[in-house]
């Protein structure tokens, strides 16, 4: 079954850089555009970034645009979010999904089918 699996999460200082990594199985990694989002505290979850199936175009959320940037390995079938010049508000479960249907970048979380876990990002000031 198709599963994704996020890491990179930590406790970091405003201003840092981070990198968040989402490994893909059980699906052809080609074949599906890839996103990621974000729940801050006491929020509900937000569009972060996205790239197409085979990484032509991304989009990015204006609040992180200039700071974050998103990749895919598909030897690695991995996509990655670097979050650099990280800010306290950056603070949230950062999530990777996948969509079938997205004939580019996709904001819309409805268009996802498959979600990974989640791993927490704080920012401390």
């Known amino acids: 079954q198709v599963q994704l699996v996020e890491s990179g999460g930590r406790l970091a200082q405003a201003g840092g850089s981070l990198r968040l990594s989402c490994s893909a199985s059980?699906?052809?990694?080609?074949?599906?555009?890839m996103g990621w989002f974000r729940r801050p505290p006491g929020k509900e979850r937000e569009f972060v970034s996205a790239?197409?199936?085979?990484?032509?175009?991304?989009d990015y959320a204006d609040s992180v645009k200039g700071r974050f940037t998103i990749s895919r390995d598909g030897a690695k079938n991995t996509v990655y979010l670097q979050m650099n010049n990280v800010k306290p508000e950056d603070t949230a479960v950062y999530y990777c999904?996948?969509?079938?249907?997205?004939?580019?970048?996709?904001?819309?979380?409805?268009?996802?089918?498959?979600w990974g876990q989640g791993t927490q990002v704080t920012v401390s000031p």
């Open positions: 059980g699906l052809t990694f080609s074949s599906w555009a």
């Open positions: 790239i197409s199936r085979l990484g032509l175009s991304t």
């Open positions: 999904a996948s969509s079938s249907l997205a004939t580019g970048t996709q904001r819309d979380s409805v268009e996802y089918e498959y």
